[in-house]
């Protein structure tokens, strides 16, 4: 469902319509940075109690706007685990008066493995979480120490099994292209994520066009990482056997047993609405873009003085908005209609010439008045988005 331009919410959550929507709300405080991230972190914990009474404030400005009902809701980071259950309950209380959650909603928590006992996945359950999202990303200890991670692969198994025993829907990330990952490190992470068999999966491939640690590794040592074409293998490999294994590939970097598709996730590819607080946070809804303070003093300062702590807000044109649609949908694997190419391809002469190569070569095709990317096609995606703009 999409909520058009007339019944959207505006940025901080002002709406004048009743359409139900999704909510992201960033905690960014971790133990400790690892080597790849370049998410908006911090390792301040001291600020993490006036962080959360400013976050449980900002919603509470949103909702006094206007309140709505919620279909997701998604508590990334950062480290949301490392929250204590007493803090997240305050937040959790303001979100209950002004943005109730729907009887089915999905409501998901980001949580490292080390955060992670059968203690704290009950209180996140009697809060009303029902998915947690664990990070592994891989299952061996030599490369979990490359990347500064704070646990080790027996931890990160125990994680996953303490979870599914509490009845909570798990997913979990695994990342590839790392350094010093061989074809046994793979072959490893695969057949313990396997065992364990979580009902989601994530796969990314370490993305190095930001600055971080592996990026600056990867300029002195680049011996020590895949080449480009290990790492493609790396990608379809993990691909082959997660479908071999029942998974269905329903997005790039996103794969689910029958049923467990990320709902909240689902919301961006298909342009539903999500509303967005904390530190970085992102939001969109209808044609409107936005995003918040990505500064923590900037932000504390924002909603500590009644203000809404947004750092930009913009509305689409005709045109983006055509070219995000097709952007987005060829991310999935439902992929785009054909009418939808077409009014692109108008826009964007270069996607077009792109998209033709790309059918030519198989790295996509089209079925049904639609047009899908194949998981080669999805490894070098980048290159057809890139003739969108
Ligand atoms: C918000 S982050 C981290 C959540 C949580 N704090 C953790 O560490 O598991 C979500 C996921 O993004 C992925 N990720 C982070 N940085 C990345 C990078 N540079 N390239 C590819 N994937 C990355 C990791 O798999 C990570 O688990
Ligand atoms: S990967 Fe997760 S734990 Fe590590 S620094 Fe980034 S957000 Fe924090």
Redesign the pocket.
């Given at each position: 469902m999409i909520v058009g331009a007339s019944r959207s919410p505006e940025p901080g959550g002002r709406t004048t319509g009743r359409g139900v929507v999704g909510l992201y709300v960033h905690l960014p405080f971790?133990a400790s940075r690892?080597a790849?991230?370049?998410?908006a972190?911090s390792t301040e914990l001291d600020l993490l109690p006036r962080t959360m009474a400013a976050s449980t404030r900002e919603i509470a400005q949103m909702g006094r706007r206007g309140g709505r009902s919620l279909a997701t809701l998604y508590l990334?980071?950062?480290?949301?685990?490392l929250v204590p259950p007493g803090e997240l309950s305050k937040l959790f209380a303001e979100l209950d008066r002004y943005f109730p959650r729907l009887p089915d909603a999905e409501v998901t928590l980001?949580?490292?493995?080390d955060d992670v006992t059968v203690e704290k996945a009950l209180a996140w359950a009697k809060l009303g979480v029902n998915r947690v999202?664990?990070?592994?990303?891989a299952f061996s200890d030599r490369v979990l120490a490359m990347l500064n991670?704070r646990h080790d692969a027996a931890q990160a198994s125990n994680a996953v099994r303490a979870l599914q025993e509490t009845g909570l829907a798990v997913s979990v990330?695994?990342?590839l292209?790392l350094p010093r990952f061989a074809d046994e490190d793979l072959r490893a992470s695969l057949a313990e994520l396997l065992r364990l068999r979580p009902g989601h999966v994530?796969v990314?491939?370490?993305?190095?066009d930001?600055p971080?640690e592996?990026?600056r590794l990867a300029q002195r040592c680049p011996d020590l990482f895949p080449d480009s074409d290990a790492a493609a293998s790396q990608y379809l490999t993990a691909g082959r056997e997660l479908v071999a294994a029942g998974y269905t590939h329903y997005e790039i970097s996103n794969f689910a047993l029958p049923g467990r598709e990320a709902r909240h996730n689902v919301r961006y590819w298909r342009r539903q609405p999500v509303l967005a607080a904390g530190l970085a946070a992102h939001g969109h809804s209808g044609r409107r873009r936005w995003a918040n303070l990505d500064t923590l003093p900037a932000y504390l300062e924002a909603v500590e003085a009644g203000r809404a702590p947004l750092a930009w807000s913009r509305r689409l044109s005709d045109s983006e908005a055509a070219r995000e649609r097709v952007m987005l949908g060829l991310r999935l694997a439902s992929g785009v209609a054909d009418t939808e190419i077409a009014a692109c391809g108008g826009l964007a002469p270069a996607f077009a010439e792109r998209l033709a190569d790309f059918l030519a070569l198989g790295l996509a095709r089209r079925s049904r008045e639609r047009v899908r990317l194949t998981p080669r096609g999805w490894l070098v995606s980048n290159e057809l988005f890139a003739g969108l703009w």
């Open positions: 971790c690892c790849y991230c370049t998410f972190t990334g980071g950062g480290t949301p685990s980001e949580a490292n493995p999202s664990v990070g592994v990303q991670r990330d695994l990342m292209g994530s990314y491939l370490l993305e190095m930001k971080h592996l990026a």
